[in-house]
């Protein structure tokens, strides 16, 4: 099945810097690419996502990448705020199937 | 639509009772996951369901976990007998395929389920 490595597991970054969060898949199967952003005791959120057939996507701050040669994709978050903080998860669909990176804890700081 | 509806959202039960979480798909969506999220595990899918029919329920712990869905519109998680280490965010979601094929899921609010 697929597997979905995700890095870093914690970020920090000064406010206005950007944040960079990487994801890999094994499956070439997978054909969708959704990011999820999860505020602290609340559900998972989309907040964008990406086709297998798009190499780049962008939604104001917010822009993703898809190399499907290397099965890397990465979220780019640019001239972050403090409310940027949270948990933000990678995933891959698969034959319908959602495969879910182990999240990154964003901190964005004041 | 109100999105995927959880009940309920926290859940305190003693060791070795039974616990059971319910449903409620988005109205027309096809697909339904059932997820569980610790600290140590992140995200873990437990079961999901294809029309109702459960299409791979490998990542079920062991036999004491059990998920049912009767019809379109409900889903359940069983949990029997309970234990401390079923202590858990457990989420329910669902998303569309068929000709849309590459929709996100939805999730639910989840339960926060204490045993003790």
């Known amino acids: 099945g697929e597997n979905v490595e995700q890095h870093p597991s914690t970020l920090s970054v000064q406010e206005g810097d950007s944040a960079v969060i990487k994801c890999t898949y094994s499956d070439s199967a997978s054909n969708y690419f959704p990011w999820y952003k999860q505020e602290l005791g609340k559900r998972p959120q989309l907040i964008i996502d990406?086709?297998?057939?798009?190499g780049e996507k962008k939604d104001q701050r917010i822009a993703v990448t898809l190399n499907k040669t290397a099965k890397h994709f990465s979220l780019h978050i640019t001239e972050t705020q403090p409310e940027d903080s949270a948990v933000y998860f990678c995933?891959?669909?698969?034959?319908?199937?959602?495969?879910f990176g182990t999240g990154t804890s964003l901190t964005v700081i004041p | 639509d109100a999105g995927v509806i959880q009940s309920p959202r926290h859940e305190v039960t003693e060791m070795g009772q039974e616990v059971t979480l319910r449903c409620k798909p988005i109205s027309g969506h096809d697909y339904l996951f059932w997820y569980r999220q610790t600290m140590m595990r992140g995200l873990e899918l437990l079961i999901y369901f294809n029309n109702n029919v459960p299409i791979d329920d490998s990542g079920m712990p062991e036999d004491r976990f059990s998920a049912k869905m009767p019809n379109a519109s409900f889903s359940t998680l069983k949990i029997q007998p309970s234990e401390p280490r079923d202590s858990a965010v457990y989420f329910c979601a669902s998303s569309l395929a068929g000709r849309a094929m590459n929709t996100e899921a939805f999730f639910g609010q989840g339960t926060r389920l204490t045993v003790v």
């Open positions: 995933a891959a669909k698969a034959r319908n199937q959602f495969y």
């Open positions: 990406i086709r297998s057939n798009v």
